[in-house]
């Protein structure tokens, strides 16, 4: 079993910042690559960052220039930066790793930007 727990989340308003952590724990076999979704009320869950263990880094257009994920220094963990943030960036962040062919989330982080 794996788990992942996200924290950082919080109320923020337009133009400010945000920093979120994930760390996985468990049965985790090999992980070479680190997502973060997002879902907003109404709206499909979709793909925000991800990283490789060797830290190649892939975005959603939207918030390319603006997030900034990168590896913590345990093993399994992440962080996402949110600078200038918008009412739109309002959303459960969620991390997510896909081990062993099964795709794991954590329970997700509320971040709330207010104009």
């Known amino acids: 079993q794996v788990q992942l727990v996200e924290s950082g989340g919080g109320l923020v308003q337009a133009g400010g910042s945000l920093r979120l952590f994930c760390a996985a724990s468990?049965?985790?076999?090999?992980?070479?690559?680190m997502e973060w979704y997002r879902q907003a009320p109404g709206k499909q869950r979709e793909m925000v960052a991800g990283i490789t263990t060797g830290g190649v880094t892939n975005y959603a257009d939207s918030v390319k220039g603006r997030f900034t994920i990168s590896r913590g220094n345990a093993k399994n963990t992440v962080y996402l930066e949110l600078n200038s943030l918008t009412p739109e960036d309002t959303a459960v962040y969620y991390c997510?790793?896909?081990?062993?062919?099964?795709?794991?989330w954590g329970q997700g982080t509320q971040v709330t930007v207010s104009s």
């Open positions: 468990g049965s985790i076999f090999t992980v070479n690559y």
């Open positions: 997510s790793l896909i081990n062993r062919g099964l795709r794991y």
